[in-house]
């Protein structure tokens, strides 16, 4: 479970906020789209999941741990609890792929004999066995976001939330790896997945979360589609949700004689 309550944070310097009472609640194997335009608030949120930056208010819990209570030198430790994808793999450059996954485990924590074990059945999964030797400059892209999945579900996380996975990978290799996160999320996987794609957001009917100017302005549960801007009514609806408003009943129609 993914849970923020009126997180607000505005970055030092900046004048806006970058979130702005943002309130969010992912239940358990859900698969999310976070969309808006640049600037909008996107990867700051993802990184108040991660603990990258932390709020100057409100309440975040993630898969049951309240962040607040998460001390510094634990972040690398609840960091590993969860999977995270970045839009340039972040893969170790001298080591292959098999290496890139198993070195992962390591640090986690994992035995050899289970390491063994494991990134075979994960490769498999990203369809990636038959590469496990090369290195990562001898991959195509999507090889190397598969690689980079592949690391981050070994883990078996059961949050795995990627920042624009797809930015750098051409329509078909970007269908490839969205199929793949759907087939983690399919596992039982909650999966948060920011991106400006606007074709796979509406083919895959999910959640779509919308964000402006560090707003939720939108939230359509299932079969969602990707729009960046606030319909009239809800913003009519916002308006008339604001503190302070004051509803004004509606005059009767008067009868016309
Ligand atoms: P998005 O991911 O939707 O493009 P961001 O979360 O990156 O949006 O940015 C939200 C707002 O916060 C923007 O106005 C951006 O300029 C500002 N911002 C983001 N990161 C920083 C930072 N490290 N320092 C100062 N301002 C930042």
Known sequence: ?????????????????????????????????????????????????TKEEVPDSG??????????????????????????VFQDFKLLPRRTVYENVA???????????????????????????????????????GQQQRVSIARSVARQPKILIADEPTANLDKLTTEEIIGLLKKINDFGTTILVTTHNENIVNNLQKRVVTMKDGRIIDDQKNGGIYKLDETPSLKLKREMQAPGHALKPRPKPRMIQ
């Open 59 to 84: 309440k975040i819990i993630i898969g049951g741990i309240d962040l607040d209570y998460v001390k510094k030198r634990h972040i690398p430790g609840y960091r590993r609890r969860l999977g995270v």
């Open 103 to 141: 070195f992962a485990l390591e640090i986690a924590g994992m035995s050899g004999k289970e390491i063994r074990r494991t990134v075979p059945k994960v490769l498999e999964l990203v369809d990636l066995l038959d590469q496990a030797k090369k290195f990562p400059d001898q991959l195509s892209g």
């Open 1 to 49: 479970m993914i849970l923020l309550d009126s997180v607000s944070k505005t970055y030092p310097g900046d004048e806006k906020p970058a979130l702005d009472e943002v309130s969010l609640h992912i239940e358990p194997n859900e698969f999310v789209f976070l969309v808006g335009k640049s600037g909008a608030g996107k990867s700051t949120l993802m990184k108040m999941i």
